[in-house]
């Protein structure tokens, strides 16, 4: 982990090359009007309307507002050239707290697993479309993007997207092992 100093220093160098680079940047990046059905890993939009956009020093200040952590990351695949004769026990670990719902992200869901995600992120935050929501990934993925905008369609006041994910939160604290929501599991496996 990084202190407070290494992470200026990284963040004024990653500024420097957002300046500098040539072919474009994250800003170069225009939001789709609607779910982002290209594909998943690439670079984002620097803004989700609806959303406010946030970064780790946000998400922290965000935390004793105790919002709904939504983790929309894909579960490993097992390998083609995996042993057979070999147990394959992936883990997923993500910010503590975070209800996981791998897939989620996915600009192609069906009705039935829209319905599902939407009814499950309504029983979390308990009927309360503004309780402050953070959607994430891994970064230059698209899910948790997706996943943001899906809410915001839907009515969701309280949307935060945390673009830098699992990788920026990871340089500064731990991450847990978490397992995907039951309900959610249940839906896209129908």
Request: glycine fraction near 10%; hydrophobic fraction near 40%; charge should be negative.
């Amino acid at each position: 982990m990084l202190g407070l100093t290494g992470y200026l220093m990284r963040l004024a160098v990653s500024s420097l090359l957002f300046v500098t680079s040539p072919g474009g940047s994250l800003a170069d990046v225009q939001e789709p009007s609607g779910l982002w059905s290209g594909p998943m890993r690439g670079e984002t939009p620097a803004t989700l309307e609806g959303a406010v956009v946030i970064d780790l020093p946000g998400l922290e200040a965000l935390l004793s507002k105790q919002p709904l952590l939504v983790d929309v990351g894909l579960a490993d695949k097992k390998p083609e050239n995996f042993p057979q004769d070999r147990l394959w026990l992936p883990t997923h670990r993500s910010i503590p707290g975070s209800v996981w719902f791998p897939g989620a992200g996915a600009a192609a869901l069906d009705a039935e697993q829209e319905a599902a995600f939407l009814r499950r992120v309504e029983e979390l935050v308990r009927g309360d479309r503004s309780r402050p929501i953070v959607m994430f990934c891994r970064p230059n993925c698209w899910g948790s993007w997706n996943a943001g905008k899906r809410l915001v369609m839907n009515g969701y006041a309280g949307v935060h997207w945390f673009p830098g994910g699992i990788d920026e939160w990871q340089e500064f604290h731990d991450t847990v092992p978490v397992e995907p929501d039951k309900a959610w599991d249940t839906a896209m496996t129908r």
